[in-house]
């Protein structure tokens, strides 16, 4: 145990005779702290018991690097590509929450057991004053500082030095590896891209075009939806209505006749949307610009699309332009034709990118 006193001279900080932990001690007394109790946990330096925990809070560490290494290999080697069914990519995000989780809690871990464990008690008490400091005790503070460094006892214990490394730097690789890994992945590998194109692209139907469909898969014809009333459809293609094609939902809605003149006058005048419309009908995407939700509150009577996450609205008969709310982009039209037996079909895949913006979004 160190006890310290009352010390009424002031010492000269500057004396290269005195040691750090004096300084300190003259620092916390300038500072009215009294240090009550300030002793080790152990009985001598490098005690058995001293080691011991050393031993355990390198474990830790060493638990935080080794769940940090295999946090980076399953990002870069777990299968993460959706596929339908009990498949290893179900596991993908569980997993890496998992071995992230194990090196948070293993470092979080680590430095407590060392605050507890490993480090002197004290018990200090100060009084509150108001002064800018001095030279002399910004001297004392960079003192402190590097006392307290000395004090956690890096330096003697190589143990847990190495540790240490063995355990942060793995973590700080696994904070690295989703924005390292966003830069190795290409987008654009797949043909068509996925980024870019929906279930609506013919390329996913060989080639002919696909059509519009309920949730069950059956297709639909114009007649199926009554004027003024809406459905929400999918591509007519082996799981079209699955999460392997989340960005597809897409809104038919049968508008009114003077609504659909409008619409198909503002959609003419797009060229983008130029001749998208069939008949009176329109598709939008239901994949919110905003954060993706999906806008599907159709207000017939002022021909405006709500969002419900966060109330952006969408003018249908203006090319769904954002009118309200946090939403800055219009929904994609889909442009809509019939084929030879009458069902709908999408004339071809949607021409803006459906959803949220993105750092490529053309
Ligand atoms: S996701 Fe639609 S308004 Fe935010």
């Known amino acids: 145990m160190t006890t310290l006193h009352d010390e009424t001279e002031v010492v000269d900080v500057s004396d290269p005779r005195l040691t750090r932990f004096e300084i300190v001690k003259e620092g916390a007394r300038r500072d009215?702290?009294?240090?009550?109790?300030?002793?080790?946990?152990?009985?001598?330096?490098?005690?058995?018991?001293?080691k011991r925990v050393a031993r355990n809070i390198a474990l830790l560490f060493i638990i935080a690097g080794i769940a940090g290494i295999a946090f980076v290999v399953f990002y870069i080697a777990w299968p993460w590509e959706f596929e339908l069914g009990d498949a290893m990519s179900?596991?993908?995000?569980?997993?890496?929450?998992?071995?992230?989780?194990?090196a948070l809690f293993g470092v979080g871990f680590g430095i407590l057991a060392w605050a507890k464990k490993l480090l002197p008690h004290e018990v200090s008490i100060q009084d509150r004053h108001n002064q800018p400091s001095s030279d002399e005790d910004r001297l004392i503070t960079g003192q402190t500082i590097a006392y307290l460094g000395d004090e956690l006892g890096v330096q003697r214990r190589p143990?847990?030095?190495?540790?240490?490394?063995?355990?942060?730097?793995?973590l700080g690789l696994a904070a690295a590896a989703p924005l390292i890994g966003g830069l190795i992945q290409n987008p654009h590998r797949d043909s068509p891209p996925m980024m870019?194109?929906?279930?609506?692209?013919?390329?996913?139907?060989?080639?002919?075009?696909?059509?519009l469909t309920r949730s069950d898969g059956t297709p639909l014809r114009p007649e199926d939806v009554s004027t003024g009333g809406q459905l929400t459809v999918f591509p007519g293609i082996p799981g079209g209505a699955t999460n392997q094609w989340a960005?597809?939902?897409?809104?038919?809605?049968h508008l009114r006749p003077d609504d659909a003149e409008a619409a198909r006058k503002n959609a003419d005048a797009d060229p983008r949307n130029k001749g998208s419309m069939w008949g009176?009908?329109?598709?939008y995407s239901k994949i919110c610009t905003h954060a993706g939700c999906p806008a599907s509150l159709y207000e017939q009577q002022t021909n405006r699309l709500l969002c419900p996450c966060h109330q952006s609205q969408f003018n249908i008969t203006?090319?769904?332009?954002?009118?309200?709310?946090?939403?800055?982009?219009?929904?994609?039209?889909?442009?809509?034709?019939?084929?030879d037996e009458g069902f709908f079909v999408a004339a071809r895949d949607y021409k803006d990118t459906v959803g949220p913006d993105f750092w490529e979004r053309p």
């Open 32 to 50: 009215d702290i009294e240090i009550v109790t300030y002793e080790s946990q152990f009985h001598g330096t490098d005690s058995k018991a001293e």
């Open 90 to 102: 179900d596991y993908y995000t569980p997993i890496l929450g998992i071995t992230l989780g194990i």
């Open 159 to 170: 143990l847990l030095k190495g540790a240490i490394g063995l355990g942060l730097a793995p």
């Open 196 to 211: 870019f194109s929906t279930g609506f692209n013919s390329a996913f139907n060989d080639g002919k075009l696909v059509r």
């Open 247 to 253: 960005d597809s939902p897409t809104l038919l809605i």
């Open 280 to 283: 009176d009908y329109i598709a």
């Open 318 to 339: 203006d090319n769904a332009q954002p009118i309200f709310g946090p939403a800055t982009r219009r929904l994609p039209m889909l442009p809509l034709t019939v084929d």
